[in-house]
């Protein structure tokens, strides 16, 4: 009973490295997102994608870049890692934005840390 | 833009006391609101949404768009519901995403 996957769980970069977080989901949902999480601030959303092939800007995009390879999967990347990047990410999926009040399946997380 | 305001980060009860986590939002249209828990160790999941009006696990909360209000009440805590818990929001119009409160850690001590 996978659900959403996220590879890898713990990361630790230096500053200005690169690096792609994997998120894939087994339920056939249409939508992904993917959220950072901060010390005492709720998920925020930084990119997301209602339907395979489209990918939008969320709330807190700068510094990020998606690939929606195909329906089960939606990646982030990390071009040039900086130090306010230091976060836990969240991917999550659902059936689709036109079900709004259907409910996101998350992921385990990613913790990345950036020196 | 919408917020999501959950003014306590803790909040620690007895077992067999209420329970009630306030969320409060702002935004002009008609939201879907929705509760979510991350217990320890575990996923963030749903835990419930206010179109379904049900209880989960002894949880009920009422959508007051008088008050732009979604709290969630249950009236004896159990210490299986210490985990963290966040309000969320899906707008009617543009962006169809969550937006999350920064959470409360409940806390049920035996």
């Known amino acids: 009973n996978a659900g959403v996957t996220q590879t890898p769980k713990f990361q630790v970069l230096k500053t200005g490295q690169s690096m792609t977080l994997q998120c894939a989901q087994d339920?056939?949902?249409?939508?992904m997102y993917w959220y950072r999480q901060d010390p005492g601030m709720g998920l925020r959303l930084i990119y997301y994608?209602?339907?395979?092939?489209?990918?939008d800007k969320g709330e807190v995009p700068n510094g990020y870049n998606v690939s929606r390879l195909n329906k089960r999967e939606f990646s982030l990347r990390l071009e040039s890692a900086a130090p306010s990047q230091t976060s836990v990410y969240f991917c999550?999926?659902?059936?689709?934005?036109?079900?709004?009040?259907?409910?996101?399946?998350f992921g385990d997380g990613t913790r990345l840390s950036i020196l | 833009a919408q917020r999501v305001t959950q003014p306590e980060k803790l909040l620690s009860v007895f077992k067999g006391a209420p329970v009630e986590l306030k969320c409060n939002y702002s935004?002009?249209?008609?939201?879907?609101l929705f509760w979510y828990v991350q217990y320890s160790r575990q996923r963030l999941q749903l835990l419930l949404r206010h179109i379904s009006r049900e209880s989960i696990k002894g949880f009920t909360a009422d959508l007051n768009k008088g008050e732009t209000s979604f709290h969630l009440k249950k009236p004896f805590a159990q210490e299986e519901d210490s985990a963290m818990y966040y309000c969320a929001l899906v707008p009617d119009t543009g962006r169809r995403a969550l937006t999350f409160g920064s959470g409360t850690r409940l806390q049920v001590q035996p």
């Open positions: 999550a999926s659902s059936e689709g934005p036109e079900y709004s009040n259907q409910p996101q399946h």
């Open positions: 339920m056939n949902h249409n939508s």
């Open positions: 994608s209602a339907s395979e092939g489209t990918t």
């Open positions: 935004y002009s249209g008609s939201p879907e």
